[in-house]
């Protein structure tokens, strides 16, 4: 079992920045990635940002150029630094977890991030 806890959410002007941050506990892997979705009321959950043990990066393309996304290996943390924030970004954030070899997934309760024009 792993838990995720993600505190950083809250209520940010439009153009400006928030940061939120992620840590793994429990039963971890050493390979693995971490990352971050948001849900919008009517849509789906959608792939903010994800890196991988190794660093590789992938974001979602509205995202790029805004948002940083980081890990420390170490405390099993990931952050989310967002930068020119837009009310199209206000959304419940999910902090997910993915070990390729022990074929696990985990999601943490999710934080508001609201953005207001």
């Known amino acids: 079992q792993v838990q995720l806890v993600e505190p950083g959410g809250g209520l940010v002007q439009a153009g400006g920045s928030l940061r939120l941050s992620c840590a793994a506990s429990g039963r971890l892997f050493s390979i693995n990635s971490m990352g971050w979705y948001r849900q919008a009321p009517g849509k789906q959950r959608e792939l903010v940002a994800r890196?991988?043990?190794?660093?590789?990066?992938n974001y979602e393309e509205s995202v790029k150029g805004r948002f940083t996304i980081s890990r420390d290996n170490v405390k099993n943390t990931v952050y989310l630094e967002m930068n020119s924030l837009k009310p199209e970004d206000t959304a419940v954030y999910y902090c997910?977890?993915?070990?390729?070899?022990?074929?696990?997934?985990?999601w943490g309760k999710g934080t508001l991030v609201t953005v207001s024009s």
């Open positions: 997910n977890y993915i070990s390729v070899i022990g074929a696990m997934e985990y």
């Open positions: 890196i991988s043990t190794g660093g590789t990066i």
